[in-house]
């Protein structure tokens, strides 16, 4: 092999159609139309094309709102509440409706997983004001509503 000459080109992804590109994205995780929409701006010169392949890729049942939250809720529930879940679901561009329906089902189990967020972090209730308040804010930048986060620290010394 010569070393002034370049390297053969390796066979990559480049040969590839915007279809094919959407599809490979879709094979590794649920996308929304908007993320989908955003991440295949990068490989086509004309962005009028994304618009009917995304509604070909709905219609056939390959892109699904509904799977999009299943899977954040999936993921997050664990570690988050509803407010910061649905503010992750807005920024995927998903409807209002759709948000609204994920933060029904997820206030039904809000108080337990609040309360196994506060038990993992915190071995111990609030010994004072100053902790209560820390231990509170923890669990508002984890998107827990005030409601429920009174809840989990009044019953701080019950379960434990």
Excluded at 123 to 145: C, I, K, T, V
Aim: proline share 7%; aromatic share 6%; no cysteine.
């Amino acid at each position: 092999m010569d070393p002034n000459q370049p390297p053969p080109p390796k066979k990559n992804k480049q040969g590839l159609s915007l279809r094919a590109r959407a599809l490979g994205l879709l094979a590794q995780r649920e996308y929304s139309k908007q993320e989908l929409a955003r991440r295949l701006l990068q490989y086509t010169e004309d962005p009028d094309e994304i618009p009917p392949l995304i509604e070909d890729f709905e219609q056939r049942g390959w892109l699904s709102e509904k799977r999009v939250v299943e899977q954040v809720m999936a993921t997050r529930r664990r570690r988050f509440g509803s407010q910061k879940i649905a503010h992750e679901l807005r920024q995927k561009g998903l409807s209002e409706e759709v948000i609204a329906g994920a933060r029904e089902t997820l206030k039904e189990s809000e108080l337990e997983s609040a309360r196994d967020v506060w038990r993992r972090k915190f071995p111990e209730p609030p010994a004072d004001a100053s902790d209560r308040a820390r231990q509170m804010r923890f669990l508002q930048g984890r998107g827990f509503s005030l409601d429920i986060i009174r809840k989990v620290i009044a019953g701080a010394g019950d379960d434990q």
